[in-house]
């Protein structure tokens, strides 16, 4: 591509189209279109009045509102770090010194997505790799690759990433003489996306224990993405890779409101090692000084007033009962023509394995098939790392967060009429 713009070498990797844009122009013109596509939470569950009430709080103390209308602090709000660390404790069943954990250790940020970006400026040159689960989140391999910096696929049962299958690819990299250039392993601890498993306590503890041994010449980070970790419909929470990390040196943890409150309001938070805070928050000085004050300020007082822990209570009874419609459908018009999927215990996405050698890709014969049908999808192929494990190209990904359960069941119903066609 020719650089007009004169851009940066980094830039001009950019791909000017994103996939979600690339799948929803295919689908232009397309009336009555169930999109199962986009990983966005339910319209009809955000939280109009709970906010409502938290604003009036916030109002009602003119001081407390200067001060969240001015700009805030690079880490953050302290006080709604405060809390976070306390219900970080409290859900993981640890006390501070156990996890050698602080306050300090916070940092917020408008969303989970700008500390995965911080993280690529301050740990990735140009060739470093990050070994990523094989499917995994599609939006950090973009990232990744505007770096210049190498996703590796790792295979993932129904527990998440294998640990031999990691130590494999570490062992195998050593042999090549880049273990060096090894800085991080990526992962979805809680019902991830896209393919909403949850990585049990005991393959925590041994993930882990991986990242530690391997940390001996440098550190090798572990990322942990806990993006869906409210969004459970059912069992219990688990304890967070974090909770594993005694001396809090090699989980970095990501937690967000998007997905359990509201993506509008988009604060999100880092719990980091004591050696990542003084780059992250010099780069996060660069990028923004703090992230906006006033929605960090409404989210301690939504958390502080009880509103936070009453609304994921709701989101769990309605998302769980979109969880049983997509897999009942599932079961009707797809399970007899040979399709499989990853049945979720909580998240926002159904992960759907189809018959072998069915390409569900933008150019395969399913795609635009599903388009005239009326349901649009992702495409699996686009989660997988440009290396390592390879796409399974007969695999997407539908997403039951938006569409009520009538939507989604004609949906479904949509898909398998596609896949009778295509098949
Ligand atoms: C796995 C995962 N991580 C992070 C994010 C980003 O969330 P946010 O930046 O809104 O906190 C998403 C959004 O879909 C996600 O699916």
Known sequence: MANRANLSRRAAQLHSETLVSALMARALGQPNLVSLAVGFVDRQTLPVEATRRALERIWADADLARAALQYGTTPGHRPLCEVLLDRMLSADRRAAAEMNVSVDDLVLMPGSNQLLFLLGDILLDPGDIVICAAPTYYVYLGALRNLGARAIGIESDAQGMIPEAIEGQLARLR????????????????FDNPRAVTIPADRRARLVEIAKRWSQAHPLYLIEDAAYRELRYGGEDLPSLRSFDAEGDTVIYAGTFSKSYSPGIRVGWAVLPAALRGPVLAEKGNVDFGSPHFNQVLMAEVVRSGLFDRHVREL????????????????EYLRPLGVDWVRPGGGLYLW???PEGLDAGLDGPLFDRAVSEGVLYVPGQYCYPPEGRPAARNTLRLSFGVASPERLRQGVAALGRAVRQAG
């Not at 042999?175 to 979805?188: N, Q």
């Open 175 to 190: 042999a090549a003489g880049e273990l060096d250039r090894v800085k991080a392993i990526y992962l979805t601890s809680y």
């Open 316 to 331: 769990r009874d309605q998302y769980g009962a979109k969880t049983d419609a997509i897999l009942a459908a599932a079961e």
């Open 352 to 354: 759907v394995t189809l």
